[in-house]
Structure formats: C-alpha cells, structure tokens
C-alpha cells in the first residue's frame, strides 16, 4: 500500500501488515512487542529531526524491519545536522527511558521497569560507533570536521573494528551463558560484513 502525506511517499509492506497481525493475534514476550514499538519510536526520532532541519524525507516505508526514512537530499554536507539526525533516534529511546524510570521509582511496576531497559538498550547499541549505526554516523561526521576524507574513512573503520570485536566477544559470552540466544553475535557478523564491503 503506498500513499503521499504533506508530499511525503508513504509505503507500507504486507511484510509489516502481516506482522503486526501476527503480534496482535498471537501471544509474543512482551519484550519483543516493546522492542518493536520503541524501534518505531527511535525511527520517528530521526524523522523529527530531519523536519526540524527542514529536510523532506523522499519516502518513509513500513517493512519487516520497522521503519526506513528516505532522505530527498543528503544532508552529510551539513556536518551538525546529520550528528543532530543520527543522535535524535537513541535521544528519543533515553527520554522514553527515563520516563519509563521516573514512574518505576514513584509507582513501581513491571512493565515500567521493561520499558526503561528497552529503550536503553535500543540508545546503548545504536550509540556505538560503528559503521551502520547511529554513533557511526555521528563520529563519522565529527571527524569530517576535523581531518581529510581519507583520514576520517580510516580512523573510522579501525574504531568501527575494534567496537565490534568486542561486540561479537559479548555475542559469543551471551550464546554461551544462555545456550540459545545468538541474536547479538548475528547483528555483530552482519555489521562487520557491512564495514568489509563498504566501497
């Protein structure tokens, strides 16, 4: 399905219809149902900042994954624009975080509880500064600041390898404490394959 918006192509994938369907229907971990939703909430952070800069997105498409933002025109030239856009997603997840732990401290309560470490840990993985996340776009941009191109690609890609070494470690520590879960060391292949095949 896809419609405009105040000029903005909206599209939404029957990947996304479908499971949001499925976790309507079906009984899934509340976690995972957080996740999903504080995702879209970090997504829309993004979006507000791009706004803010008054930048109109091309197209924001619903899929599997969430949410993607299309830019109509790259705003990288405007170095404190884009650290302002890639840091406004996880500053949406700390906000909802601390909410989340304002009410825990006053009244408690499970579900308070899960959405504060939801949403920090949505901020804490995306804030690493590594090639694909938004710490890496934001450190990158810093460093176009301040040294050459070519500098800035290499220092960058040496921070990126060095935080994902550690990241596939702390993968490999969880697969085998829980003996299942390799949900952090997937993400941490994946990213490296990313910072490899980067032209």
């Known amino acids: ?19 949001a369907a499925f976790l309507l229907v079906f009984n899934v971990n509340d976690s995972i149902k957080l996740a999903i939703i504080f995702s879209l ?13 008054r930048e109109k997105p091309e197209c924001v498409s619903f899929g599997l994954f969430g949410m993607t933002i299309v830019r109509r025109s790259d705003i990288t030239q405007n170095y404190y624009k884009e650290i302002f856009t890639a840091v406004s997603g996880p500053l949406a997840n ?4 601390l909410i989340g732990c304002l009410v825990y ?37 810093m460093l176009k600041q301040n040294f050459s191109e070519n500098a ?6 040496l921070v990126s390898f060095f935080t994902l070494v550690v990241m596939m470690g702390f993968g ?28």
């Open 41 to 53: 909430v970090h997504e829309l952070g993004h979006l507000a900042a791009i706004i803010i800069c």
């Open 152 to 157: 800035s690609e290499k220092i960058m890609r």
């Open 1 to 19: 399905m896809s419609f405009v918006v105040l000029g903005v192509r909206v599209e939404i994938g029957f990947l996304f219809t479908a499971s």
């Open 105 to 141: 401290l006053k009244k408690g309560g499970e579900l308070s509880l899960k959405i504060t470490a939801v949403n920090f840990a949505i901020a804490f993985f995306n804030l690493m500064p590594v090639f694909g996340l938004d710490g890496g776009r934001a450190l990158e941009s």
């Open 172 to 199: 490999f520590y969880i697969l085998i404490s829980t003996g299942y879960n390799f949900t952090f060391l997937a993400i941490s292949i994946y990213l490296t394959v990313l910072l490899f095949t980067k032209s």
């Open 94 to 97: 700390l906000i909802f975080a």
